[in-house]
């Protein structure tokens, strides 16, 4: 019988992650479609106000992509959720295999499934306004973004998509621990959520919000991403790895 350790694990991660590519390929197509819509209910615009007197009358709506942003976020995490379920993962039997070359694969699909769905996203903010320009009689008026400004967008997207699948992962391998968890975990968030209200305080996502995302400075912000995103990959492949190893 051949053994993992006889073969190069770059290779059979390398092999793995390629194979998931091309098996995943409905999760892009998911992508897609999730993104059409978050198009459409941004058709709308995101926030709007308005003024009137005798003779005038005035309303501002504003248009972004946070809801594509947003949409784009929840695919990464059902996506990274999904990718941990037993049916997906038997396809690594196909390989010479363990829990650590499958985790390790199953991370970089995440991080180029990140990359594809942050360029996407910001691709699909402008689709949106080319749109409003096409279809809307109102007067349209926009700050122009620079390039530099684009891959600022879609850099800060790609981090935030990464740490949202990281989250997802470790969701998804607690529930190959136990099923108790798909209980447990929303109990544990809403409860939180109950406590803060009853004592008066803030809530405690109110905190991590700011503390990730109110971020100023870019080094920073990347630092706590990537560093708590690579916690919860090295979490969920330590849980993974207690599943039983197929060879």
Same mark, same amino acid.
């Given at each position: 019988?051949?053994?993992?350790?006889? /073969?190069?694990?770059?290779?059979?991660?390398?092999?793995?992650?390629?194979?998931?590519?091309?098996?995943?390929?409905?999760?892009?197509?998911?992508?897609?479609?999730?993104?059409?819509?978050?198009?459409?209910?941004?058709?709308?615009?995101?926030?709007?106000?308005?003024?009137?007197?005798?003779?005038?009358?005035?309303?501002?709506?504003?248009?972004?992509?946070?809801?594509?942003?947003?949409?784009?976020?929840?695919?990464?995490?059902?996506?990274?959720?999904?990718?941990?379920?037993?049916?997906?993962?038997?396809?690594?039997?196909?390989?010479?295999?363990?829990?650590?070359?499958?985790?390790?694969?199953?991370?970089?699909?995440?991080?180029?499934?990140? *990359?594809?769905?942050?360029?996407?996203?910001?691709?699909?903010?402008?689709?949106?306004?080319?749109?409003?320009?096409?279809?809307? #009689?109102?007067?349209?008026?926009?700050?122009?973004?620079?390039?530099?400004?684009?891959?600022?967008?879609?850099?800060?997207?790609?981090?935030?998509?990464?740490?949202?699948?990281?989250?997802?992962?470790?969701?998804?391998?607690? /529930?190959?621990?136990?099923?108790?968890? /798909?209980?447990?975990?929303?109990?544990?968030?809403?409860?939180?959520?109950?406590?803060?209200?009853?004592?008066?305080?803030?809530?405690?996502?109110?905190?991590?919000?700011?503390?990730?995302?109110?971020?100023?400075?870019?080094?920073?912000?990347?630092?706590?991403?990537?560093?708590?995103?690579?916690?919860?990959? *090295?979490?969920?492949?330590?849980?993974?790895?207690?599943? #039983?190893?197929?060879?």
């Amino acid at each position: 019988m051949m053994f993992l350790k006889n /073969v190069n694990l770059t290779e059979v991660v390398k092999r793995q992650y390629f194979f998931k590519l091309k098996a995943n390929i409905d999760a892009m197509s998911s992508l897609v479609f999730l993104q059409l819509l978050a198009i459409l209910f941004s058709m709308g615009g995101s926030n709007s106000f308005g003024s009137s007197s005798d003779q005038v009358s005035i309303e501002v709506s504003y248009f972004s992509g946070d809801v594509i942003i947003g949409f784009t976020m929840i695919w990464a995490f059902v996506t990274a959720i999904t990718i941990t379920t037993r049916p997906y993962r038997n396809h690594d039997f196909s390989f010479v295999t363990n829990r650590l070359s499958s985790s390790l694969s199953n991370i970089l699909f995440l991080l180029t499934a990140s *990359i594809i769905g942050g360029i996407t996203a910001m691709l699909a903010k402008n689709l949106l306004l080319v749109f409003k320009y096409i279809f809307s #009689e109102e007067q349209i008026y926009g700050i122009p973004l620079t390039f530099q400004d684009f891959l600022l967008g879609v850099g800060a997207t790609i981090i935030y998509l990464f740490a949202v699948s990281a989250i997802g992962y470790l969701i998804g391998a607690l /529930v190959q621990i136990s099923k108790a968890f /798909v209980v447990l975990i929303p109990v544990l968030v809403i409860g939180m959520l109950f406590m803060d209200g009853v004592m008066n305080r803030d809530p405690f996502i109110a905190y991590v919000f700011e503390f990730y995302v109110m971020e100023s400075s870019i080094g920073l912000f990347i630092v706590k991403m990537v560093s708590t995103a690579a916690l919860f990959f *090295i979490a969920s492949i330590s849980i993974l790895n207690r599943l #039983e190893v197929r060879r």
